[in-house]
Nanobody, 124 residues
């Protein structure tokens, strides 16, 4: 099994920055982080969870229109960690942020096999 643990959330003023981290650990042999697709999702109060950034095993990235140009997803395969650098934060970025992982799926839906518990980001 794979466990994902997010960190780095918190409260920040509008215009500020935060960096989220998601560390992946595995409990069976054969897990190779570098070959997995990783993604960040978020869920604001009263809204559905939606994908905001995806990074494939080859390092290619995609962003939702709402965060493009402000957020950057990256990965450190040596540390089994994916990051989300968030700049120019707005109040509408307030949400619970989740990371997700899948060996084969790399899209915007909920088909990812593994999910973290989420980390709260509040922008005021």
């Amino acid at each position: 099994d794979v466990q994902l643990v997010e960190s780095g959330g918190g409260s920040v003023q509008a215009g500020g920055s935060l960096t989220l981290s998601c560390a992946a650990s595995e409990f069976h042999s054969g897990f190779v982080f570098s070959t997995w697709c990783m993604a960040w999702f978020r869920q604001a109060p009263g809204k559905q969870r939606g994908g905001i950034a995806v990074i494939d095993d080859d390092g290619s990235t995609e962003y939702a229109a709402s965060v493009k140009g402000r957020f950057t997803i990256s990965r450190d395969n040596a540390k089994n960690t994916v990051y989300l650098q968030m700049n120019s934060l707005k109040s509408e970025d307030t949400a619970l942020y989740y990371c997700a992982a899948d060996r084969f799926y790399c899209g915007w839906g909920d088909e990812y096999t593994y999910w973290g518990q989420g980390t709260q980001v509040t922008v005021s």
